[in-house]
């Protein structure tokens, strides 16, 4: 399993952000797909998990800002941010595992992850 994650770059407070994940081609299957990040000098965080069938959950610093989906027929996870901050500025990870539900935020639960997508937003 090769995640590739893209669409990262530099937007203005209040803008909006689409960043993708991808699997080689191959199926998640049902694997959990989750968004982290990283801020310089921060321990990686969770953003966004999800698994197919259902079972999405958000960091509270994100809820009703981002949106995580799913396009099973092309391999791609996604990350919808809107109403982005200053302290959303970080690099994305995505990552692939099989955490439980109340465990989506355990980075070690996690054996797959994608190289990293810079996100930063000015104010």
């Known amino acids: 399993v090769q995640l590739q994650a893209s669409g990262g770059g530099l937007v203005q407070a209040g803008g909006s952000l689409r960043l993708s994940c991808t699997n080689s081609?191959?199926?998640?299957?049902?694997?959990?797909i989750s968004w982290f990040r990283q801020a310089p000098g921060k321990e990686r965080e969770f953003v966004a998990g999800s698994r197919r069938g259902g079972g999405t959950r958000y960091a509270d610093s994100v809820k009703g800002r981002f949106t995580i989906s799913r396009d099973n027929l092309k391999n791609t996870v996604f990350l919808q941010m809107s109403g982005l901050k200053p302290e959303d500025t970080a690099v994305y990870y995505c990552a692939t595992g099989r955490p439980a539900f109340s465990a989506y935020d355990q980075t070690g639960l996690y054996y797959n992850w994608g190289q990293g997508t810079q996100v930063t937003v000015s104010s």
């Open positions: 081609g191959r199926t998640f299957g049902d694997y959990v």
